[in-house]
């Protein structure tokens, strides 16, 4: 059975696919994960309910960056950036009138 239809399955619940989902890797896993993509594995366990078949290094591999983060937490650092930069754009664009002081009582 493929992961697709275990997920699509109608006696699946909400708890199971959650247990599947929330997992770093799918249910299988190739003996050497280090050589592929988290996104093959799980793409191939989607698809076939099988680990993907080993072929060497992946030009998709997950292998840290320059200063030795995992690409996702690389994206992950970026989007909370991007979303603090826009944030922080969009106070410094508002009038003065509009921003209020904390009160007293919340500098203690």
């Known amino acids: 059975m493929t992961g697709l239809e275990i997920i ?8 199971q696919i959650v247990d599947i989902i929330a997992e770093h890797c ?8 280090d050589k592929l993509s988290c996104r093959e ?9 099988e680990p993907p078949k080993e072929k060497g290094p ?13 690409p996702n937490l690389v994206e992950m650092y970026a989007k909370a950036y991007r979303k603090t930069q826009a944030i922080l754009h969009a106070y410094a664009a508002c009038p003065p009138s509009l921003i209020r002081s904390p009160a007293p009582e919340q500098h203690d």
């Open 26 to 33: 799918p249910p299988v896993t190739p003996e050497h994960c």
């Open 8 to 15: 699509r399955a109608p006696g699946t619940t909400a708890e």
């Open 58 to 70: 992946s030009d998709k591999q997950t292998a840290p960056d320059e200063e030795g983060l995992h």
């Open 41 to 49: 594995c799980w793409l191939a366990w989607l698809a076939t309910g």
